[in-house]
């Protein structure tokens, strides 16, 4: 299983969170599934740094690459057929950074983590 984390299973996973699934930490913490973060997880988290809505992710932000690295996370750029799929979505959450995951794990055969039950009608795997 190929995982794509959201945002918030992210920053949980990096914070030891509760609020992260044990389903979704296992999942994670397994060494056989290997896990990306979008490049739209930096963009979100860099955005909502620098407007005071992640005040807590600030090292994060500012480490972003070589806590991925140190993790063992892969990084996953945004292409021209991701942001594609993502303008076309029919969806009426207005979010760009959660489309762009869906159009991700789409496109990418990948499983998105994520406590977000309204990615269960795109047609996406997800594991909470």
Do not use: C
């Not at 918030?8 to 990306?36: C, F, M, Q, Y």
């Amino acid at each position: 299983m190929r995982l794509l984390l959201d945002t918030h299973a992210l920053l949980w996973w990096l914070d030891g969170d509760t609020k992260l699934s044990p389903t979704a930490r296992a999942a994670i913490g397994n060494e056989a599934h290997p896990v990306w973060v979008s490049a739209a997880t930096a963009w979100e988290i860099a955005t909502k740094v620098r407007i005071g809505k992640l005040p807590e992710a600030v090292e994060v932000a500012a480490r972003l690459p070589d806590i991925l690295s140190e993790q063992v996370f892969t990084p996953l750029a945004i292409s021209v057929e991701h942001a594609r799929q993502a303008g076309l979505l029919e969806y009426a959450h207005r979010d760009p950074f959660d489309r762009m995951l869906i159009a991700q794990a789409q496109i990418e055969g990948m499983t998105l983590v994520s406590n977000e039950t309204l990615f269960d009608s795109f047609n996406v795997q997800r594991l909470w």
